[in-house]
């Protein structure tokens, strides 16, 4: 926002203000005519300064998002790196039930593809990686997972359990069970 005019960055404060408890309270729908009326500005201004849902969302997550990438490659360095990805997994998990809309932006542009360099997915992926990589390294999960794995079966456990009464609980249980398997042992 450098070189931009005072007001105008009033203005992008306020609209990300608001749209970050309108996603809180609405998810990845929340309206940008309703954010563009709480924030007192008309809905080209919202456009004007986050042209798509997308660009909005990734600007409502992008504190969040910096420190999980910043726990993973904490966590990186860690001396059980199953353990350690499994706790960025769950974090990421707690993460993404409790913010509502972060499974569909990572939806909206899943890590691997062509999506911008700040993008939430590029992020977490640039970040979380390298975690993977050590703990696939060190044997401590299968070599076929990817990192696209791991966002999709976070992003699906959060989205099936995102209407549940206590849907962090679910959502755990549902990890859990991704982590250990079906099968009885």
Not at 63 to 82: F, H, N, P, V
Not at 148 to 174: C, F, K, R, S, W
Request: charged letters at 20%.
């Amino acid at each position: 926002m450098p070189g931009q005019r005072s007001d105008a960055r009033r203005n992008y404060a306020r609209i990300l203000e608001v749209a970050e408890a309108e996603v809180a309270a609405r998810g990845a729908e929340a309206s940008l005519e309703q954010i563009a009326r709480t924030a007192g500005v008309g809905s080209a201004t919202v456009r004007r300064h986050f042209p798509t849902r997308q660009v909005l969302l990734e600007a409502v997550f992008h504190e969040r998002i910096q420190a999980l990438a910043e726990q993973a490659r904490t966590g990186a360095a860690a001396k059980d790196s199953r353990a350690a990805l499994l706790a960025w997994v769950h974090d990421l998990l707690a993460y993404a039930v409790s913010a509502r809309g972060l499974a569909d932006a990572l939806t909206y542009q899943p890590p691997g593809t062509d999506t911008a360099p700040d993008s939430c997915g590029s992020v977490l992926e640039a970040a979380g990686a390298p975690l993977l990589r050590r703990a696939i390294d060190d044997g401590a999960v299968r070599i076929d997972l990817t990192f696209h794995d791991l966002i999709t079966l976070t992003v699906g456990i959060a989205l099936a359990t995102e209407h549940q009464a206590a849907p962090l609980a679910h959502a755990n249980h549902l990890l859990e069970i991704t982590i250990q398997g079906m099968a009885r042992g």
